[in-house]
């Protein structure tokens, strides 16, 4: 059983179309997480929601919506998609009041045309 | 604000070495966790090792140890008996409060190849 599962794995599309990518994770945590990981591999976070609240709203172009239908699912929509939101996104859970790391889904290559 | 740093883009190291990889961290917080995480070349971010700012140990998980010096604010990763498999991307990130945010902040990473 994968812990936190995205989909889908690869995503080829052209500008200006609108897209999503679904999380789901079934570790019952209370949190989870989209981050974005650039060509230089380097990893920001955009959101994050606790029990279907937003609770962590980084500067994000407002083109990015996340939708929390409950505390296991996160998706991420995208409209009119740009190149420069080619990327790596990854999808991440955790319980909010520890310290304890992130279980991260396997990713989502995201190449704009 | 806080931040993770990682010098080293790159780094080389001969199958059955060991090898250190450095990072060091900004915070103000005096609760806080700091981990390591590996991403191969198949992109998945794998979970290495945690240190608690209140623990006393450095902690340790096979062949891996995190090297914890609060007062230098490092945690550096060290791998022993280097084998081929641990090629990858490693990097360093630190979880806030949660109280703070409870963001996992992440370094810049640092590229380990293994020679064999």
């Known amino acids: 059983d994968t812990a936190v599962s995205q989909t889908p794995k690869y995503l080829v599309t052209q500008m200006g179309n609108d897209k999503s990518i679904k999380c789901e994770q079934n570790l019952g945590h209370d949190t989870m997480y989209w981050y974005k990981q650039d060509s230089k591999k380097f990893l920001k976070i955009m959101f994050s929601y606790n029990n279907k609240e937003l609770i962590i709203n980084e500067t994000v172009p407002n083109r990015f919506s996340p939708k929390s239908p409950d505390k296991a699912h996160l998706n991420l929509h995208i409209n009119s998609l740009e190149l420069g939101d080619s990327a790596v996104y990854f999808c991440?859970?955790?319980?909010?009041?520890?310290?304890?790391?992130?279980?991260f889904g396997s990713g989502t290559r995201l190449t704009v045309v | 604000a806080q931040k993770i740093t990682q010098t080293q883009p790159g780094m080389f190291v001969q199958e059955k070495e060991a090898v250190t990889l450095d990072c060091t961290y900004d915070t103000s917080d005096q609760s806080y966790g700091l981990f390591w995480y590996k991403q191969p070349s198949s992109g998945e971010m794998i979970f290495l090792i945690y240190?608690?700012?209140?623990?006393?140990q450095n902690a340790t998980e096979g062949r891996y140890s995190l090297n914890f010096q609060k007062a230098r604010k490092s945690a550096n990763l060290v791998i022993s008996a280097s084998q081929l498999g641990d090629s990858a991307m490693y990097f360093c990130?630190?979880?806030?409060?949660?109280?703070?945010?409870?963001?996992?902040?992440f370094g810049q990473g640092t590229e380990l190849s293994v020679k064999p």
């Open positions: 990130a630190m979880r806030e409060a949660y109280n703070q945010g409870g963001k996992l902040i």
């Open positions: 240190q608690g700012s209140y623990d006393e």
């Open positions: 991440a859970s955790s319980f909010r009041t520890d310290n304890y790391g992130y279980t």
